[in-house]
């Protein structure tokens, strides 16, 4: 459903990614890695049309969404829960939510809105809180469930696990689990290899601007060059 | 001291805060969304005044009446000025919008000045001179219509803010802009159409203002210098602050005008500013960022 082919992106005079080819089909996770400063993010920022990329094309569903803006790509469904969150501060929780479907899902809001405090039920605790006094988890918990508001055809979550606990981490890898098995697609934007790789079927390390390796998850944990270098072992 | 005079003064200053607060209400929506105060403010506001003066003597159309008609126009003109000029030209950066805005001031108002010449015109209707008995003291009619008028419109835009999906967007364009985009939130758009309401609040502040006030090419310096004043001692972007900050002025330069004298009045004015300035720059109800 996303194919990306010789995607070349960067800031200004800054090449950052030069030729990434990625896939990711219907129903797949899809972990994509590499260590900070690789241009994981740029990859995120240009999928989400925030940026144009200097060269290469975007495909989604069939379509060409090269260079397209932010507002046609959320509409399509392509949807990106953000590293950092980037949650509503000054908005209560609730509105966050609201805001979710305000380009897409907009017709089902009420039903999502039980969907996503189903799946969060902190969130519904929380309900007229500002989003700035939540915890770092429950922003995480507000901006997925902000994400899932929209009725993402694919989601992308970046950074998801940065700043939380051990165990709200595996909470969350836990989650994406579940959502996927309910038939979302996810693209995964990780540092955290070792979990990344045993919640995806597939991943892609990144390198100095281009996929270094890719392949099965299983394949990828077990390679003995990887281990070494991104899983610490 | 007499307390009908002192009662008077206490009146005549909350009515004229109901007048201030309409401008102040648009000055802070705009700086809490934009982040920058909005230098051409008075120069929108004399050219509504204008144009609720020539739709009376051109036109016949009662000022009052002329609020859905002026909220449009200086809505269309504000959210046009944003997309044609400011937003063109700031290129994301917050001091180019301010140097816009003022550039566009000093174009305004010598525009103004070509075309109305710097005379100020007042205008008459029947009721400008009617006096309506308020407790100890005798009102003036247009006062007490622009005071509940503005109260009543500042209400209305402050439940559009809070309760429909372009006033959470506008909310959270302000603080996250880059969580909006990523909602899908046109960017650009809300803060084109933020501007607008904010110029829109000029055009019924001008309905308001115009049975009781001169028209000059200069006026709205009048009004944005006390505008800011509120605006800070309200807090730069809140709502509330706005409101209550534009009462609060009212009643300074109503009684500071009282004990000091007619001329003195805006002297408070100027040490509230000063003094909020010194002891609490972030206002009333600023959250202080």
């Known amino acids: ?233 | 001291m007499d307390a009908t005079i002192l009662g008077a003064a206490v009146i005549n200053g909350l009515l004229l805060g109901g007048s201030y607060a309409l401008v102040a209400v648009g000055l802070t929506l705009i700086y809490g969304v934009l982040h920058i105060i909005n230098f051409a403010h008075g120069s929108m506001l004399m050219l509504a005044m204008y144009g609720v003066y020539f739709l009376l003597v051109k036109a016949q159309v009662d000022p009052y009446a002329a609020i859905p008609l002026m909220v449009v126009v200086m809505y269309a003109a504000g959210y046009g000025m944003y997309r044609a000029l400011i937003g063109r030209f700031s290129h994301g950066k917050d001091e180019n919008i301010l140097l816009i805005t003022l550039g566009l001031s000093i174009v305004l108002e010598n525009i103004a000045l070509f075309f109305f010449t710097g005379d100020s015109r007042n205008i008459t209707v029947s009721y400008s001179d009617r006096m309506i008995e308020l407790g100890p003291s005798l009102v003036p009619l247009p006062k007490l219509v622009s005071f509940g008028a503005s109260l009543l419109l500042c209400a209305a835009l402050a439940w559009f803010i809070a309760r429909t999906d372009t006033g959470r967007a506008i909310r959270a364009v302000a603080k996250e802009r880059h969580g909006a985009r990523l909602v899908g939130i046109d960017v650009e758009k809300i803060l084109a159409v933020s501007y607008g309401i904010g110029i829109a609040c000029l055009g019924a502040a001008a309905c308001l203002l115009v049975p009781m006030f001169y028209v000059a090419p200069t006026v709205g310096h009048l009004f944005v210098i006390v505008a800011f004043t509120i605006v800070v001692l309200g807090g730069m972007g809140s709502f509330l602050g706005a409101l209550v900050g534009a009462l609060l002025i009212g009643l300074t330069e109503s009684l500071s005008g009282l004990f000091l004298g007619e001329a003195l009045g805006q002297i408070g004015i100027s040490l509230i500013f000063i003094l909020i300035l010194l002891f609490r720059p972030t206002g009333l109800f600023g959250g202080g960022r």
Do not use: W
């Open chain 1, 1 to 233: 459903m996303l194919e990306v082919r010789g995607l070349a992106a960067g800031y200004g005079e800054i090449r950052v990614l030069d030729g990434v080819d990625i896939d990711v089909a219907e129903g797949e996770i899809v972990a994509v890695l590499g260590s900070n400063g690789v241009g994981k993010s740029t990859l995120n920022n240009n999928l989400s049309g925030l940026y144009r990329p200097f060269g290469g094309t975007v495909r989604f569903c069939g379509a060409d969404i090269t260079g397209a803006d932010p507002v046609r790509i959320v509409e399509m469904g392509l949807v990106q829960v953000p590293e950092g969150r980037r949650v509503f501060p000054n908005l209560s929780v609730r509105e966050n939510l609201l805001l979710g479907s305000y380009r897409r899902g907009r017709a089902n809001r009420a039903r999502n809105l039980e969907r996503v405090t189903a799946t969060f039920p902190r969130l519904k605790e929380r309900f007229g809180q500002m989003a700035a006094t939540l915890s770092g988890g429950e922003q995480q918990m507000l901006a997925i469930g902000r994400g899932m508001m929209s009725e993402p055809r694919l989601l992308i979550l970046d950074e998801p696990s940065l700043g939380l606990s051990p165990m709200l981490v595996d909470e969350m890898f836990a989650l994406i689990r579940e959502l996927n098995g309910q038939g979302l697609s996810i693209l995964l934007i990780e540092q955290n290899a070792v979990q990344s790789l045993e919640a995806a079927h597939r991943g892609y390390i990144i390198e100095h601007g281009a996929v270094a390796m890719s392949g099965k998850a299983a394949d990828l944990a077990a390679n003995p060059d990887l281990r070494a270098r991104y899983l610490g072992l």
